[in-house]
């Protein structure tokens, strides 16, 4: 199955896609920084969430679901690629 989707509409897709996963870093990066936060747990729900977004592709038969795709895919790579980071915190050797 097709959707003809032009070039310029798929730029689209990739431009929310990264605008997305750029705004959901600082989010997820912001909450990562707090101590009550587990980032393993964080990790996990990004992985999960993706995995759930992406098994509903094979219902997406319209350029608008396309986008909203595009979306949330876009906040669960950011997501998840920002809980791998943890705070820097020095050892101390007293």
Not at 67 to 77: K, Q, S
Request: hydrophobic letters at 50%; aromatic letters at 12%; proline letters at 3%.
């Amino acid at each position: 199955m097709s959707l003809d989707v032009s070039v310029d509409d798929a730029t689209f897709l990739l431009s929310i896609l990264g605008i997305v996963n750029a705004c959901s870093r600082l989010i997820v990066g912001f909450l990562a920084d707090h101590k009550c936060v587990d980032c393993v747990l964080l990790h996990n729900g990004a992985l999960l969430f993706a995995g759930v977004v992406t098994c509903l592709v094979p219902i997406l038969h319209t350029y608008e679901l396309l986008v909203i795709y595009a979306a949330l895919f876009g906040l669960c790579i950011g997501w998840w690629r920002q809980s791998l980071y943890r705070p820097y915190t020095p050892l101390s050797y007293s």
